[in-house]
Nanobody
């Protein structure tokens, strides 16, 4: 599976960005997809996940109500709409394909990763 993330950039606090992740190499609809982020000096953390059909989504409390994950299986693409951005959302954002069963929150269940896209939120 190859994943290509895009859409990052610099935005002011309170602004919005939409990240995209284009996938290729496997039957896209068979797999859940996730977004994670990693700030300098911190561990990679879970941001959002969506099931293969798009029927269920998952978020941590830190982004719930502000971020929305979606997917277009016809385009093999998953999106992360980020609203009401805060400086603490600044990080490199990664998309990933969940292949293994288990928690959506665990990076161990995502063997395929994109290259990351930088999101910087200024105060």
């Amino acid at each position: 599976v190859q994943l290509q993330a895009s859409g990052g950039g610099l935005v002011q606090a309170g602004g919005s960005l939409r990240l995209s992740c284009a996938a290729s190499g496997r039957t896209f609809t068979n797999y859940a997809m996730g977004w994670f982020r990693q700030a300098p000096g911190k561990e990679r953390e879970f941001v959002a996940a969506i099931t293969g059909t798009g029927s269920s989504t998952y978020y941590p409390d830190s982004v719930k109500g502000r971020f929305a994950i979606s997917r277009d299986n016809a385009k093999n693409t998953v999106y992360l709409q980020m609203n009401s951005l805060k400086p603490e959302d600044t990080a490199v954002y990664y998309c990933a394909t969940k292949v293994y069963s288990g928690s959506y929150y665990s990076t161990a269940n995502y063997p395929y990763w994109g290259q990351g896209t930088q999101v910087t939120v200024s105060s």
